[in-house]
């Protein structure tokens, strides 16, 4: 797998491209991401607890460490699948052939279950897409596991009771493991240091991405991360176990704030009014706290036979009562974070742990 990643990848990151663990003159462009005075803090906050800055793509990500983010960007723009793979061909290459406007509804099996292509519909029209080779559903955990049942592969007594003929009895939908955690913040930072839109997006800032690709406008926010291995983890032996995973959000609370946290993380807005209302317009950051590998497991079932119903999610978590430990564990090692000497001198806690 690295062999086909590095062959990807065109790398101008924070780290070292020759060190056999990056690619050159790939298709995917990785660039440095713009970094805050606050995100530089937090870098060196974590040397100061005697954790290496490191590429954590050279040297896992399975290592303690804090790292700077790369972006798959170019120019400072966003570099997506469709322009690295896509824009260039998809008129010109004639094995290659994208439909808009088409939501699949099944996978197509014949009498010895094999795939032989997709149901789908566009635009109202129930169509057909048949398979000279195999076909390969990637419509995302979720959405792969909900065509699956709907095609009859599924757990039998669920599909039964929907009235889906079953063709292969198997516990799809079981298991359902996600990386989840807290978001811990807002702390509040000295002025100038942090992403504040009202401020930072302007004339200038604009002209200066457009024309360079740098400045604030360049950064997705999320400016770097760090793993550690949790005490429960090195008490189970495991030292090479990173099971928290924390990423660190250069942003303010400013007046769109609310709106997009709602909407990227689910929020319910009063709640997420009353959190950060008092933060608003200041220089502010968060640290979003997650688990890697969560112990307890959910389950996702269908709601109906109507594939364009949402199925029906229920993850369990913090049900396990060590994902519950461990994120505890990571969210008071964030807050203890800004009380070392590089943050004390320039920001303050805000809420109270």
Same mark, same amino acid.
């Given at each position: ?13 924070? *780290?070292?491209?020759? /060190?056999?663990?990056?690619?050159? %003159?790939?298709?995917? =462009?990785?660039?440095? !991401? $713009? @970094? ?29 460490? *804090?790292?700077?983010? /790369?972006?798959?960007?170019?120019? %400072?723009?966003?570099? =997506?699948?469709?322009? !690295? $793979? @896509? ?49 390969? @559903? ?216």
């Amino acid at each position: 797998m690295l062999r086909i990643y590095k062959e990807m990848e065109d790398y101008h990151g924070y *780290f070292d491209k020759n /060190d056999g663990s990056h690619g050159n %003159g790939g298709e995917v =462009s990785i660039e440095k !991401s $713009h @970094l805050q005075i606050v995100t530089q803090r937090f870098l060196a906050a974590g040397k100061e607890l005697n954790f290496k800055i490191r590429d954590p793509c050279a040297y896992g990500p399975l290592t303690d460490g *804090f790292a700077a983010m /790369d972006s798959t960007s170019k120019g %400072g723009k966003r570099w =997506s699948s469709y322009s !690295s $793979h @896509l824009k260039n061909i998809i008129h010109s290459r004639q094995s290659l052939r994208v439909e808009r406007f088409a939501t699949v509804t099944k996978v197509l099996l014949d009498e010895k279950n094999r795939a032989y292509g997709v149901e789908y519909v566009q635009r109202g029209k129930t169509k057909r897409a048949i398979a000279e080779k195999e076909v390969i @559903l990637s419509a995302s955990s979720i959405k792969s596991a909900q065509i699956i049942m709907l095609s009859g592969i599924g757990p039998k007594e669920h599909l039964e009771e929907l009235g889906i003929p079953v063709k292969v009895d198997l516990p799809v939908g079981k298991n359902l493991q996600d990386k989840y955690g807290a978001l811990v913040g807002p702390f509040i930072a000295d002025s100038g240091t942090s992403f504040l839109l009202e401020r930072d997006v302007n004339l200038r800032t604009l002209v200066e991405w457009q024309l360079y690709g740098t400045g604030p406008i360049q950064s997705s926010r999320v400016e770097a991360s760090n793993t550690f291995s949790s005490s429960y983890a090195k008490r189970g032996g495991y030292t090479d176990f990173q099971d928290i995973h924390t990423y660190f959000l250069a942003w303010s609370v400013d007046s769109r704030f609310k709106e997009t946290m709602s909407l990227a993380f689910n929020l319910n807005e009063n709640v997420l009014q009353n959190y950060i209302g008092k933060a608003k317009g200041f220089d502010s950051f968060f640290q979003l706290v997650t688990i890697n590998y969560p112990f307890g497991s959910g389950e996702m079932r269908l709601k109906d036979r109507n594939p364009f119903s949402q199925p029906l999610l229920d993850p369990k978590y913090l049900q396990h009562p060590r994902d519950v430990e461990v994120l505890v564990e990571g969210i008071k090692f964030s807050a203890n974070l800004f009380r070392n000497q590089v943050f004390s001198k320039f920001s303050r806690e805000y809420n109270e742990f």
